[in-house]
């Protein structure tokens, strides 16, 4: 095993906070890491470090948590303090401000510790009951990952839409999610700004996707749920970060929810309950309120561009108008 520490403490320079002779444990076999990309080697020096997966697990899922939460809020929250961005704000007079933002960081730090990082503690325990892939090296081919990753994002779509839905009914709204809804003009950090009681019930889809799959399939690498994770924050932060940016997925894909739907249920406290694509609401007809919003929206832009158009042409005729005008008055002098 100490030729096992040699191979792993030598092939790649180990990052700083890795650098310490780890405890040997049998987790790999020289033969396993022959032909490893750098990242590979870098999660089994990780493994071997920690020595026990479960501990490996929860940090890894916890720090990828944090990371891309607030990594990703990072950004809309510099967009929120530079008024060039306004222009894509969806409701452009209602900027949160600092003593807004610090509040529910805040809160958010709180339900990190004291609610998913528990839950993430026994993700592992869990998964590892169903044959999920921890330490285990290479990765799934590029092309695995990328197909479950879809399913669990229709998944948790779907469970997202119903739970969400329940949770407007009047009973669960007052004691559960209105809290949420503390908001009526959200910004990125207000993804996870919600009662501890929400994160677990939303939260499900997101940790159940991954669960239901491996339990199913028997098949699934840790590295997966983290990129799974990485994405659906992104998605969620995104979603409640108020801007309608002119390169956001839904100009792509006109089923990608983006910012544009979600920004609506906020402000109307109704409608649009799905998380990440908006076909749910349209089969269910829980979006026509949205339409008929963007109708008058859209007419009204219309309307406003035709008052311009009026106003420009005028403009232009009283101008020639003038240089007649003038020209008569000239032609008379001479
Ligand atoms: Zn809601
Ligand atoms: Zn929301």
Not at 151 to 159: A, K, L, S
Not at 172 to 200: C, D, N, Q, S
């Amino acid at each position: 095993m100490n030729n096992m520490n040699n191979i792993l403490h030598t092939i790649l320079p180990l990052p700083m906070f890795l650098n310490q002779t780890a405890e040997a444990t049998p987790m790999y076999q020289p033969s396993d890491l022959v032909g490893l990309n750098k990242y590979e080697m870098w999660w089994a020096q990780f493994f071997t470090y920690m020595g026990d997966p479960a501990l490996a697990t929860a940090v890894l899922v916890f720090l990828t948590h944090e990371i891309i939460y607030f990594g990703r809020s990072i950004p809309f929250i510099i967009m929120d303090f530079t008024p060039y961005f306004n222009k894509w704000k969806i409701q452009p007079n209602k900027i949160p401000t600092a003593a807004q933002q610090w509040h529910c960081a805040k809160m958010v730090l709180f339900s990190h510790f004291f609610i998913e990082l528990p839950v993430m503690g026994g993700f592992h325990g869990f998964t590892s009951y169903f044959g999920i892939q921890s330490h285990q090296v290479p990765f799934p081919h590029w092309t695995k990952m990328a197909y479950q990753i879809a399913i669990f994002f229709v998944i948790e779509d779907t469970c997202h839409y119903w739970f969400h839905r329940a949770l407007h009914t009047p009973r669960l709204y007052k004691m559960i999610h209105k809290v949420h809804h503390e908001y009526p003009a959200p910004f990125g950090l207000t993804a996870e700004y919600a009662h501890p009681l929400e994160v677990l019930i939303l939260g499900a889809g997101t940790i159940g996707a991954p669960i239901g799959w491996v339990a199913y399939t028997k098949d699934l690498h840790l590295v997966t749920v983290l990129l799974w994770m990485t994405l659906r924050l992104m998605q969620a932060v995104q979603a409640h970060s108020g801007y309608d940016l002119p390169w956001s997925l839904r100009f792509i894909f006109p089923f990608w929810a983006g910012a544009e739907h979600h920004d609506y249920h906020h402000k109307a406290f109704t409608s649009n309950f799905a998380s990440s694509f908006r076909w749910w609401d349209s089969i269910f007809g829980t979006d026509t309120a949205y339409h008929a919003y963007r109708r008058r929206i859209d007419s009204a832009k219309k309307g406003k561009a035709r008052e311009l158009a009026q106003a420009e042409e005028d403009r232009k005729a009283l101008i020639d108008g003038a240089r007649e005008a003038q020209a008569v008055i000239d032609r008379a002098g001479k």
